[in-house]
T-cell receptor, first 114, second 115 residues
Framework: AQSVTQLGSHVSVSEGALVLLRCNYS??????LFWYVQYPNQGLQLLLK??????LVKGINGFEAEFKKSETSFHLTKPSAHMSDAAEYFC????????????FGDGTTLTVKP | DTGVSQDPRHKITKRGQNVTFRCDPI?????LYWYRQTLGQGPEFLTY????????KSRLLSDRFSAERPKGSFSTLEIQRTEQGDSAMYLC?????????????FGQGTRLTVV
């Protein structure tokens, strides 16, 4: 069985500040990990994914995430927040055997203050 | 590539009525997934298809829920005898399986409100 825990349901940062959204996973097999962003009343858009290549993954909109096996973590970061980053972010884990069938965390709502 | 399309975007129905949602995946994608998302939660997997075959449906919430993908293209999700607890966003996603770790592309969802 796989699971995802996103620490902090709400994160607030100032515009220009570092964004750090935390994700810890549990998986009995090597995981595939994803970060998605969701704007109000919209579907999910993939930000980045980890598929066992480089442990530091770069995604769209300046986001990146680092896979740390020893910590079972896949935290999402962005050096400088922009107002347009305000959204809900979901971390997801898949075992890779059934691509696209993922287990999602409960999400973190990011607020960016001017 | 026009993305994953879901119809309708919003549906309000009375308790006890049946509802059906449609999903059109990205045209070349062979896998199609249904998820449910309630307020404050992440998407919850319901079922998925590879082409027209439904490979997993154990996570469908009850026997009131059913899904089809008759020709391996669009899919429908039906909820019979709706209950207020069915109110949620229903998301469809599709993927082209090229190997492990392929991501899914999501539609904008159908928001169901049962009154």
């Amino acid at each position: 069985a796989q699971s995802v825990t996103q620490l902090g349901s709400h994160v607030s940062v100032s515009e220009g500040a570092l964004v750090l959204l935390r994700c810890n996973y549990s998986s009995s097999v090597p995981p595939y990990l994803f970060w998605y962003v969701q704007y109000p009343n919209q579907g999910l858009q993939l930000l980045l994914k980890y598929t066992s290549a480089a442990t530091l993954v770069k995604g769209i909109n300046g986001f990146e995430a680092e896979f740390k096996k020893s910590e079972t973590s896949f935290h999402l970061t962005k050096p400088s927040a922009h107002m347009s980053d305000a959204a809900e972010y979901f971390c997801a884990v898949s075992d890779g055997s059934r691509a696209g069938k993922s287990t999602f965390g409960d999400g973190t709502t990011l607020t960016v203050k001017p | 590539d026009t993305g994953v399309s879901q119809d309708p975007r919003h549906k309000i129905t009375k308790r006890g009525q049946n509802v059906t949602f449609r999903c059109d995946p990205i045209s070349e994608h062979n896998r199609l997934y249904w998820y449910r998302q309630t307020l404050g939660q992440g998407p919850e997997f319901l079922t998925y298809f590879q082409n027209e075959a439904q490979l997993e449906k154990s996570r469908l919430l009850s026997d009131r829920f059913s899904a089809e993908r008759p020709k391996g293209s669009f899919s429908t999700l039906e909820i019979q005898r709706t209950e207020q607890g069915d109110s949620a966003m229903y998301l469809c996603a599709s993927s082209l399986v090229k190997g492990a770790g392929t991501e899914a592309f999501f539609g904008q969802g159908t928001r169901l409100t049962v009154v």
